[in-house]
């Protein structure tokens, strides 16, 4: 199985950069390179796999509220860290949502810092 094609160091960083490009398409990098560029400016530390050669951004239509969308994971995605017995979560994850409900209190600017960083991630993870 090939590795990963894009390492994420910095989800909340992957996150803001996102939201960018979601809310104004002129900032979205054009090549592989413009990527890196923006990215590493930006602290991110983002790698891409040595075959990756373009970009390319899928604009996901604004919900209509007569229908409801379902995106089917490719087949081979199924097995992702069953061999292992694992699901492959971000650190993230264990460090803000899964703490005992005591415990995990944020607040308001911890609270956007986290669904900043779950963009990123839910983002990055459909990046094929």
Known sequence: MPGPKMTIHNYQKIGELIKTWASDEKKRPATK?????MAN????????????TTVVYTDV???????????????NALSVGVEEDL????TFYAENAFLDPEQRVMDDDE???FRTMRIGEYTTSKCK
């Open 87 to 90: 699901y492959p979560l971000p």
């Open 33 to 37: 390179e413009d990527l890196l560029a």
């Open 41 to 52: 400016d930006d602290g991110l530390n983002l790698e891409l796999a040595d075959e990756v």
């Open 61 to 75: 239509p604004e919900e209509q509220a007569s229908e409801i969308r379902f995106v089917i994971p490719a087949n």
């Open 111 to 113: 609270t956007e810092a």
